[in-house]
């Protein structure tokens, strides 16, 4: 069981704007930051949003990152075939001294 | 880039030595991690150590059983597991951020490829 919560899966159709959820608590997302993670399927991961909101250079601006409290969120707007993927949050736990992960959700692009 | 090496097969009890190949980047200045997914899971960061080698850190899973190391002269992060048991079957990747140091402002902004390991009789 993750520390932190994600929904198993998510689904929206091309073009359409989804929103993926992540909660946690206050020794992880509500005093740090919170990072979010695209897996495609067979490859590693790869950091989409870091710091609550900020993305990595190549990462397009249909993709952005939100927290409030103790809950983090990542959109997709434009949502396209390819955005079909394992996304997971992950924030620093101040309790454990290390790295924690949600459970990760599967997006459907119906 | 990163390149880990030494995954397979062993059976519960047994050790595995984990290697991660750095290069193109000064390994000596960053903090690396390994994080481990296992089969339909997610993930898990199992274990990071600072850029100096001088501090380490473990997740509660695998802390007493699993040591992590680097050599900076030959820019090689290792991940020694002993006493294996069958839920640590799993790829595990290595990764690294932006800091030299374990801290709530980085991410892993670099992933290896992974190595599966196996557990099992």
């Known amino acids: 069981q993750s520390v932190m919560t994600q929904p198993p899966s998510a689904s929206g159709t091309p073009g359409q704007r989804v929103t993926i959820s992540c909660s946690g608590s206050?020794?992880?997302?509500?005093?740090?930051?919170v990072n979010w993670y695209r897996q495609l399927p067979g490859s590693a991961p790869k950091l989409l949003i870091f710091r609550n909101h900020q993305r990595p250079s190549g990462v397009p601006d249909r993709f952005s990152g939100a927290k409030s409290g103790a809950s983090a969120s990542l959109a997709i707007s434009g949502l396209r075939s390819d955005d079909e993927a394992d996304y997971y949050c992950s924030s620093w736990d101040d309790s454990l001294s290390g790295w924690v992960f949600g459970g990760g959700t599967k997006l459907t692009v119906v | 880039q990163l390149l880990e090496s030494g995954g397979g097969l062993a059976q519960p009890g047994g050790s595995l030595r984990l290697s991660c190949a750095a290069s193109?980047?000064?390994?000596?200045?960053?903090?690396m991690n390994w994080v481990r997914q296992t089969p339909g899971k997610g993930l898990e960061w199992v274990s990071g150590i600072i850029g100096s080698g001088g501090e380490t850190y473990y997740a509660a899973s695998v802390k007493g059983r699993f040591t992590i190391s680097r050599d900076n002269a030959k820019n090689i992060l290792f991940l020694q597991m002993n006493s294996l048991r069958v839920e640590d079957t799993a790829v595990y990747y290595c990764a690294n951020g932006w800091f030299d140091k374990l801290n709530p402002y980085d991410a892993f902004d670099v992933w290896g490829q992974g190595t599966v390991v196996k557990v099992s009789s």
């Open positions: 206050s020794s992880n997302i509500k005093n740090n930051y």
């Open positions: 193109g980047f000064t390994f000596k200045n960053f903090a």
